[in-house]
Nanobody, 122 residues
Framework: QVQLVESGGGLVQAGDSLRLSCAGS????????MGWFRQAPGKEREFVGA????????YYADSVKGRFTISRDNAKNTVYLQMNSLKPEDTAVYYC???????????????WGQGTQVTVSS
């Protein structure tokens, strides 16, 4: 089991950058695929990206490809979401999640953080 805590959200302007962090507890952090999802008001939760256990493979939604980068530091039990060239439509609560498959399907992730708000003003 792993507990996840996101941080780094905030209010930024369009075009700015922001880096989110997700800290995991437990010695098994490196055994999980880590995903990032987001949910905007009135919308369903959507996949942002995911990273393999070693960090060698990543997978992104088309909407963020080329702008967002996921990385992880297993020694620190932390996964990161670097967000560049932010747009107002990126405004959402961002969640990290731990699972066993490099997938965009949220039901395949077993553990979730509480989320962190990202607001991008125009």
């Amino acid at each position: 089991q792993v507990q996840l805590v996101e941080s780094g959200g905030g209010l930024v302007q369009a075009g700015d950058s922001l880096r989110l962090s997700c800290a995991g507890s437990g010695r098994t952090f490196s055994g999980y695929v880590m995903g990032w999802f987001r949910q905007a008001p009135g919308k369903e939760r959507e996949f942002v990206g995911a990273i393999s256990r070693s960090g060698a493979s990543t997978y992104y939604a088309d909407s963020v490809k080329g702008r967002f980068t996921i990385s992880r530091d297993n020694a620190k039990n932390t996964v990161y979401l670097q967000m560049n060239s932010l747009k107002p439509e990126d405004t959402a609560v961002y969640y990290c999640a731990a699972g066993n498959s490099l997938t965009n399907t949220d039901t395949r992730y077993n553990y979730w953080g509480q989320g962190t708000q990202v607001t991008v003003s125009s």
